[in-house]
């Protein structure tokens, strides 16, 4: 006969289950597929590589790209793509169902108001100018 902790105490009293214990031992972040890490590696060097003065933030959420302000942020909560929140108006840009969307009315992590999906490096050749723009924007 065994015996596994179901649930421990933490200092501020408030019980926290293994569960919970073994996620944060293991990362918050979710498992992803080596193309997706690949195309997360490849934007981060892209945003980084618009100018000398972009710094990059990590968040518990997403990680943000900055200058003065943010102007990009990548959520760390999708497995199967890369979703990127741009600070662009949604009005001046033509949206493309299941790559751009106006997320002005939905709730989102990150700043901004254009939500880009990649999946390919196809979409990040395609986001380039998207992401360019939200840097000289900032």
């Keep these: 006969m065994t015996l596994e902790p179901v649930a421990s105490v933490v200092a501020d009293g408030a019980v926290r289950s ?15 597929s080596a193309g997706v890490s ?3 590696a ?7 590589g618009l100018g000398d003065d972009v710094s990059r933030i990590d968040r518990k959420q997403y990680r943000a790209y900055r200058t003065l302000r943010n102007f990009a942020c990548v959520s760390h909560g999708h497995q199967q ?6 600070r662009l108006s949604p009005k001046e ?15 989102h992590h990150g700043t901004g108001d254009l939500e880009v999906r990649l ?3 196809r979409d990040l050749r395609r986001a380039e100018p998207l992401l360019r723009l939200a840097y000289e924007a900032a």
């Design 81 to 86: 793509e890369v979703v990127v929140t741009l």
């Design 93 to 107: 840009v033509d949206l493309v169902p299941g790559f751009t969307r106006d997320v002005r009315e939905i709730g």
């Design 38 to 40: 690949d195309l997360r």
């Design 18 to 32: 293994d569960r919970r214990q073994r996620r944060t031992a293991q990362g918050d972040r979710p498992a992803e």
């Design 119 to 121: 999946r390919t490096d």
């Design 42 to 48: 490849a934007l981060e060097e892209l945003l980084l």
